[in-house]
């Protein structure tokens, strides 16, 4: 999330300032003394900004009830008076909680004046709409008989409503696909065969179902803007036939949205009502009071929206409620209610409900991701001494994400090797079963508004994430230098802090240490819930479940609307995770090349080693400068070998990518332990014979095909069309960078040409915007499809040269099979023929 001007920052980091609230010892000791480790205690996070249900019916010792499960409470009662009041404090309990993690840290006077703050830019713009909101909601909540929630309560329990309720889950344990996986594989792969003749112009009964190349495509978080974007990118890949040659889509944050709507019964499976819906439904907040409110308080989406919310709170007695709750509730609030807030559908509330959508194999398979933060104990003995014994022991003691997938058939992580079914997301397991209650139904799936919430709970970052998105703005502040240097060096302690909890969902490998790899975290099995939250914290593009080994993915098609894709530079973060798993066919080196760092390694090592003022060091760096453009070495006559490498090295590592870049990757085993070389980048824009691209593609070795879309501005980007589906309101007449001289409100968006948006630097483009003008969805999608229009022929040459690989690939090995058949035909054959004498 980057940031351009100061005046951004609410929106493009809620938690901007974090550092201003996290104040700094002028010394070297710095801890942090909130709940930070998952091993040691029940939550590995600082804050408990949601809150326990067994906590506060434990307070009212008169009132108590004897279990949520037992009997209705009375809206009267203490109990449940106490637990209104607390749930419309829930800003005022984040606030309290990063005061606490503020506290725990010893205070500077350079800072202090911050303090006020702290909650202002921890904490999203849209939670300062929740007090008055939530205490409205008392009426509907209230599990008095009749009322709403009771009614909720009673259907959760119908076994006609819910008919997952009387079905018994296991958990799946192994790396293999789920069964409904692989029989969806085989029916998208009959499908896949005739719209692959229609793609590559090819006749249907040449193509055998064998060579059919098994493609993904992918998009980023983002938020709103992911959504939009995305929603363009895809639309632009169904309308050029690509979306029906697709076998896997996968999303972060904003794109999950984009599955979730698009296997809505509100958008039918077609994109461009995706675009109208958009259009219509995101011109208001998402938490703005009154149309918020009057979505939750009145039929039908009252019991549409809340029945989540109302199940978690009494099947769940132990599981937080918090911020990533009610920002779920606002997003199916705003998103999975259509315009005229009336036709909902039950239908869209559960992700197993989608694989009625794949019946047939005529739709790509959703994977939806969330990672789990890991936060091991740390013994204070390995800081004291750090020698290589401690140094190994301390590394495997660092916080690292664990990945989990949820589609329509199994919620899954790969390191824990295990999985359940989706429709038993929510119950609590034990050694491998589900546990419910003697004579009672376990709770029914999890709704996907709290998954949703999860999704995109980004606010959830650590600590250290929040950092570094505040730190492009103070490097200008008196005494940066300094303050840089001494978070630099608790950047361990800060990346085990999460100001805001993530949301929680019931663990389902309690029990199971002895059924899983031993490389599972001690802490897994120690924790009733699993602590989910935003796959963007870890990587904000889904390649993790797309190169699982047994989904044999052969072609990646990402489109990246992730602010700041060129520092990020997500592409690149696959690599270390590739080498980890032994995945073979990734291509290394893929993504941002890095510019040249010789400069900033020579200040570093001049610093490091001297104690130069900044005069001297300029001194000296502008020396070596000269040093390496001195007359002899600069016209020095170069080899023709030297030449060559210079040109190779000049192909590969750019200092900039284009609308469509393509690598692939390689197959081969490597023995030496150097690093290996960076992988092909195929289609240079500065070459334009691409045969050797074609070549590349076609050896037996390549691995996997990498096709990577940058959401960039493209100023010849053309306007939608005015009769088009996408564009039934017309562009103003002025650019946005040329507005009218009546265009004075800072407040109000301007109505961008698809042409003129930037998105590192237009406002409204914020991963924190949650308003966009119908204009503004306009401008994205445009930017979106024109964008693909740039790379759309590289893709089709890509999609063709994979299916001839795989095809020729075939060939080979059948003419192989052909060839040791008949040489074991001709050995039976003289076996046969000894102890035959001729005649």
């Known amino acids: ?243 029906d040659c697709v076998t896997y889509t996968a999303g972060v944050s904003g794109s999950c949205w984009l599955q979730t709507l698009y296997h809505s019964s509100l958008i039918g499976r077609d994109f461009n009502r995706l675009v109208g819906h958009l259009k219509n439904r995101l011109g208001v907040h998402i938490a703005f009071p009154p149309k918020a409110l009057n979505l939750l308080t009145t039929a039908p989406t009252n019991k549409y929206l809340l029945s989540g919310i109302v199940e978690k709170l009494k099947a769940d007695p132990g599981a937080d409620f918090g911020l990533v709750d009610i920002y779920g509730l606002l997003l199916g609030a705003r998103l999975l209610v259509p315009r005229g807030e009336l036709e909902v559908s039950d239908f869209d509330l559960k992700l197993s409900n989608q694989r009625y959508n794949l019946v047939d194999g005529e739709q790509p398979l959703p994977i939806y991701t969330a990672v789990r933060h890991e936060i091991p104990v740390l013994d204070d003995k390995l800081k004291r001494q750090p020698t290589p014994e401690t140094l190994m022991q301390q590394a495997e003691k660092e916080a690292w994400f664990q990945w989990f997938e949820f589609t329509p058939y199994e919620f899954f992580c790969e390191e824990l090797s295990a999985g359940i079914p989706m429709w038993a997301v929510g119950r609590h397991f034990n050694e491998g079963k589900n546990v419910v209650r003697p004579g009672e139904y376990p709770i029914p799936e999890l709704r996907i508004p709290g998954l949703m919430g999860i999704w995109g709970s980004a606010f959830c970052a650590t600590l250290a994430h929040y950092y570094k998105e505040i730190r492009p703005i103070l490097t200008g502040l008196t005494g940066f230098g300094g303050i840089d240097s001494l978070i630099e060096g608790k950047n361990k302690d800060l990346v085990r802090v999460h100001p805001i909890d993530p949301a929680a969902i019931p663990n389902y490998v309690m029990g199971m240490k002895d059924q899983l790899p031993a490389s599972c975290p001690e802490s897994i099995f120690r924790n009733d819930h699993l602590r989910l939250m935003d796959a963007g914290m870890s990587n904000n593009l889904p390649i993790y479940p797309l190169i699982r080994p047994d989904r044999d993915v052969d072609v990646i098609v990402a489109f990246d609307a992730s602010a700041d894709i060129k520092r990020e530079n997500w592409l690149s973060v696959v690599d270390g995770y590739a080498r980890q798993r032994g995945i073979k066919g990734w291509p290394l080196g893929a993504g941002w090349p890095k510019e040249d760092t010789e400069l900033e390694e020579t200040e570093r090592v001049l610093r490091e080693t001297e104690d130069l003022s900044k005069e001297a060091l300029d001194g000296k760096i502008a020396a070596q400068q000269q040093d390496r453009q001195s007359p002899e070495s600069s016209t020095r006559p170069k080899s023709k070998q030297e030449s060559s490498m210079r040109e190779e090295q000049a192909s590969v590592s750019d200092t900039d990518l284009t609308y469509c870049n393509v690598w692939i990757g390689k197959l081969e085993e490597r023995v030496s332990e150097g690093e290996p070389p960076p992988s092909k980048r195929l289609f240079h824009p500065s070459n334009t014979n691409h045969s050797d691209s074609d070549f590349h593609l076609m050896r037996p070795d390549a691995g996997i095909a990498l096709i990577y879309f940058p959401f960039l501005p493209n100023p010849s980007a053309q306007d939608l069309p005015r009769d088009s589906s996408q564009s039934k309101q017309q562009f103003p007449a002025q650019s946005a960078k040329n507005p009218s001289k009546d265009s004075t409100d800072a407040t109000q968006p301007l109505a961008p040409r698809p042409s003129s948006i930037n998105p590192d630097v237009d406002d409204f483009l914020s991963t924190w915007n949650f308003i966009y003008t119908p204009e503004q969805v306009d401008s994205v999608i445009g930017l979106a499809k024109a964008n693909y229009a740039e790379g759309q022929d590289q893709v089709k040459r890509v999609v063709r040269a994979v299916y001839e690989r795989k095809k020729t690939d075939r060939l080979n090995r059948e003419k192989r099979a052909l060839e040791e058949k008949r040489k074991q035909e001709q050995l039976q054959s003289r076996k046969r023929m000894e102890g035959f004498i001729p005649l």
């Open 1 to 243: 999330m980057g940031v351009v001007k100061l005046r951004r920052i609410r929106w493009t980091i809620p938690p901007a300032l974090v550092l201003l609230g996290v104040s700094l010892s002028s010394g070297p000791s710095l801890q942090l003394r909130g709940r930070t480790s998952s091993s040691a205690q029940e939550s590995p996070f600082s804050s408990s900004a949601g809150w326990h249900l067994k906590d506060w019916a434990g307070k009212g010792a008169q009132s108590k009830p004897d279990s949520l499960h037992d009997k209705d409470l009375d809206p009267n009662s203490h109990a449940i008076k106490q637990w209104i009041e607390e749930l419309g404090q829930v800003w005022d309990n984040v606030g309290k909680k990063v005061e606490g993690v503020k506290m725990s840290v010893s205070s500077s006077t350079e800072w202090s004046g911050w303090g006020d703050n702290i909650k202002h830019f921890i904490t999203p713009d849209w939670a300062r709409f929740l007090p008055g909101t939530l205490q409205k909601l008392q009426r509907e909540l209230s599990m008095a008989p009749g009322s709403l929630a009771d009614e909720i309560w009673k259907e959760a329990q119908d076994e006609e409503i819910n008919p997952e309720i009387i079905r018994d889950a296991r958990v799946r344990v192994g790396n293999s696909l789920c069964a409904e996986e692989m029989a969806f594989r085989q029916k998208r792969q009959k499908f896949v065969v005739k719209a692959l003749a229609s793609y590559l112009d090819l006749r249907e009964d040449e193509i055998c179902p064998e060579d059919v190349p098994v493609i993904a495509v992918c998009g980023s978080g983002g938020g709103l803007r992911a959504l939009v974007a995305g929603t363009g990118s895809y639309l632009a890949a169904q309308e050029s036939g690509l979306w």
